[in-house]
Each structure stands twice: as structure tokens, then as C-alpha cells.
């Protein structure tokens, strides 16, 4: 972890949370992308990655900070204040997107089978922490260059392959900003919450079980 102050890591992931979920609330759920939401969602997430990266470690994602935390990469005092903080960005960017930048649009809310939608939220939340343990907190590819880029990728590659299925949240921050913009009931949520959860907790063992 950076030696930035505590205030200076909790702003950044709050601006990049923020951006990210302001991202997924206007060009998904509102529509202003249309066909190429994933793009814009992806590309908000890559810039957000290299701008904060080297001063919160740019998590961005409360799973993600709970995978990172099991792998030993963030302190546990870091832990309540980043998620949140990500929950309270994530909730600001859904009612800006809504109040503000897309005012009185139709919100269609998602409909998820349980089972695949579930599944699909597992596997590339999965994917998308097993992807930053390895290219941002690995002793064996410190220092490299695209780990923003890979990264943003598998937010890519799930929201094109399962998009349709669960929504391709892979982010409680995510889930709460959809909430809060209406396009994902309250009652529906643990579909998101539980695999994402799990996912990144099945990534920090992978992680660790590859060093033994």
C-alpha cells in the first residue's frame, strides 16, 4: 500500500468510484451510450485505474478491496473506510446521473434469472479480482505498465459476454448505484451481493494457493 495519507486514499477512491458508477448509470441504465456502454464503462474504469492506482491502490470496488485484504495487500484499518466510501461515491454517481444528468428518463429495471444471473456475477467477479491480485499487487509484475488496461478489459469482456444476464455489475458499488437509480430492486440485490462477494474471496485463495 502507498504511503498517502488515509484522507488522500479515501478521496481517490471516492473520485473514482464516483466516475465509474456516474459511467454505468448513464451509459447503461440511462442509455446516452446505447450499444457501446461497455466501452465507455471500461474506458472510465482504465483512466480512474492510472489516476489513483499508485495512491489508494484504486480498488474502486468493495470486493475487490475484500480480495486484496485476504491476499495481504491492504491494511485491515483500510478496510471499513474504503468500502464505505466506494457505497457512498457509488450512491452520489446514481443520483447525479439520474437528477441531474439524465433528468426524467425511463429507468428499465433488470430482470435476472437467478441462476445464471448469479453465476455470471461469480465468475467475472472472480475474474476481475484474480486479474488485479496478479497484475497490481504481485511481487513478479511490479511495476508493469498495463495493468489499468487489463483490467478494464475483464469489466469489458463481462459486460459484453454476460451483460444480458445479470447486468455485469461485478461491484457491490456498482449494485448499490443501480439500486439507487432504480434499474435493480433492493429484493434482487443478493444476486449481485453474494457471488460478488464470493468471487472475490475465491480469487484471494486462488492467488494464494498459485505461491505455495
Same mark, same amino acid.
Given at each position: 500500500?502507498?504511503?498517502?495519507? /488515509?484522507?488522500?486514499?479515501?478521496?481517490?477512491?471516492?473520485?473514482?468510484?464516483?466516475?465509474?458508477?456516474?459511467?454505468?448509470?448513464?451509459?447503461?441504465?440511462?442509455?446516452?451510450?446505447?450499444?457501446?456502454?461497455?466501452?465507455? $464503462?471500461?474506458?472510465?474504469?482504465?483512466?480512474?485505474?492510472?489516476?489513483?492506482?499508485?495512491?489508494?491502490?484504486?480498488?474502486?470496488?468493495? @470486493?475487490?478491496?475484500?480480495? $486484496?485484504?485476504?491476499?495481504?495487500?491492504?491494511?485491515?484499518?483500510?478496510?471499513?473506510?474504503?468500502?464505505?466510501?466506494?457505497?457512498?461515491?457509488?450512491?452520489?454517481? &446514481?443520483?447525479? &446521473?439520474?437528477?441531474?444528468?439524465?433528468?426524467?428518463?425511463?429507468?428499465?429495471?433488470?430482470?435476472?434469472? /437467478?441462476?445464471?444471473?448469479?453465476?455470471?456475477?461469480?465468475?467475472?467477479?472472480?475474474?476481475?479480482?484474480?486479474?488485479?491480485?496478479?497484475?497490481?499487487?504481485?511481487?513478479?509484475?511490479?511495476?508493469?505498465?498495463?495493468?489499468?488496461?487489463?483490467?478494464?478489459?475483464?469489466?469489458? @469482456?463481462?459486460?459484453?459476454?454476460?451483460?444480458?444476464?445479470?447486468?455485469?455489475?461485478?461491484?457491490?458499488?456498482?449494485?448499490?448505484?443501480? $439500486?439507487?437509480?432504480?434499474?435493480?430492486?433492493?429484493?434482487?440485490?443478493?444476486?449481485?451481493?453474494?457471488?460478488?462477494?464470493?468471487?472475490?474471496?475465491?480469487?484471494?485463495? &486462488?492467488?494464494?494457493?498459485?505461491?505455495?
Amino acid at each position: 500500500m502507498s504511503n498517502f495519507s /488515509t484522507r488522500a486514499k479515501l478521496t481517490t477512491e471516492f473520485i473514482g468510484t464516483l466516475f465509474l458508477s456516474l459511467a454505468v448509470c448513464t451509459a447503461a441504465v440511462l442509455g446516452t451510450a446505447e450499444a457501446h456502454a461497455p466501452f465507455a $464503462i471500461a474506458s472510465t474504469l482504465m483512466v480512474m485505474i492510472y489516476a489513483g492506482g499508485h495512491i489508494s491502490g484504486a480498488h474502486y470496488n468493495p @470486493a475487490v478491496t475484500v480480495s $486484496i485484504y485476504l491476499r495481504g495487500a491492504c491494511e485491515k484499518s483500510d478496510l471499513a473506510p474504503y468500502i464505505a466510501t466506494q457505497l457512498a461515491a457509488s450512491t452520489i454517481g &446514481a443520483l447525479i &446521473a439520474v437528477n441531474v444528468l439524465v433528468p426524467e428518463s425511463d429507468v428499465e429495471r433488470l430482470v435476472l434469472e /437467478t441462476g445464471p444471473a448469479f453465476t455470471a456475477e461469480l465468475l467475472f467477479t472472480f475474474a476481475l479480482a484474480y486479474v488485479i491480485l496478479n497484475v497490481a499487487t504481485s511481487e513478479t509484475t511490479e511495476g508493469n505498465g498495463f495493468y489499468g488496461a487489463a483490467i478494464a478489459l475483464v469489466v469489458l @469482456a463481462g459486460a459484453l459476454s454476460v451483460g444480458s444476464i445479470s447486468g455485469a455489475s461485478f461491484n457491490p458499488a456498482v449494485t448499490v448505484a443501480l $439500486i439507487a437509480s432504480d434499474a435493480l430492486s433492493v429484493e434482487d440485490s443478493w444476486i449481485h451481493f453474494i457471488p460478488q462477494l464470493v468471487g472475490g474471496c475465491l480469487a484471494a485463495l &486462488a492467488f494464494k494457493a498459485q505461491r505455495v
